[in-house]
């Protein structure tokens, strides 16, 4: 993934802005309160340390997001940049259709909601988007993201790309309270997970069957449901 500079001033280009901005923690839709699992392998034992903790998300970015929920939201991106409503409607209902857990649902539809409500109160999305999201009765995170790199003109790659970011980003958070892992051990494994980022996001891009089985994370997602003792929602 490319950033794209600006000219002769030195100043960044104007999508770096709301790349950032779609990326960042500080987007009000509430990633930070859900584990995604993690929770439970954290529980189980089957994340422990550093090294264990590279091993689980770096198979989660390999063998579910680069397959299948990568592939998934570039369909949803390239409708929506277009303006292709019913092909949005299709990919956003296979989006939904594909949470495999009540928890999994849940964290979908809250953070779409909530994305979705921060993009009606911004000028930059247009009527066609307005519209499209006020049919929806059940918003659902990756439709939405997909609408906010249209309001805000990011590419297919940059829009992919923050939410990969976000993703891991979130997932560190979970470490450092959860295990805990130090913000210097964080920052070490972000250093061996970014060229993992890379290979996801272009695997990604140029699948165009998604598919994926991510067993693991399905049961792990179930059993946090019913997790006595948790620092994140279900």
């Known amino acids: 993934m490319s ?23 500080q987007l009000p839709i509430g990633g930070y309160s859900y584990s995604q699992g993690l929770e439970t392998a954290l529980e189980q034992g089957a994340v422990r340390d550093a090294e264990s903790a590279f091993a689980w998300l770096s198979d989660q970015l390999q063998l579910n997001l680069a397959r299948f929920e990568g ?5 949803l991106l390239r409708a929506a940049a277009r303006g292709d409503w019913p092909a949005l409607d299709d990919a956003a209902e296979r989006h939904r259709a594909s949470r495999e857990t009540r928890e ?29 999201l006020g049919r929806q009765t059940e918003p659902n995170l990756a439709a939405a993201w997909a609408l906010a790199a249209r309001a805000w003109d990011l590419d297919l790659e940059q829009a992919l790309g923050a939410w990969l970011w976000s993703w891991l980003e979130n997932q560190l958070a979970v470490l450092m309270k959860a295990l805990p892992l130090g913000q210097l051990a964080a920052q070490k494994l972000t250093s ?43």
């Open 3 to 25: 950033l794209h500079h600006g000219g002769r001033s030195g100043a960044p280009s104007a999508g770096l802005w709301p790349l950032l901005r779609l990326a960042s923690p």
């Open 71 to 75: 592939p998934l939201l570039a369909e």
């Open 104 to 132: 999994l649902a849940q964290e979908s539809r809250q953070m779409g909601f909530s994305l979705a409500q921060l993009l009606e109160a911004l000028p930059e999305l247009d009527q066609p988007a307005r519209a499209w």
């Open 192 to 234: 061996r997970l970014l060229p993992e980022l890379d290979r996801a996001c272009a695997a990604a891009l140029a699948n165009a069957a998604p598919g994926s089985a991510p067993f693991g994370l399905a049961l792990a997602s179930m059993a946090h449901e019913s997790q006595y003792s948790r620092l994140f929602r279900s």
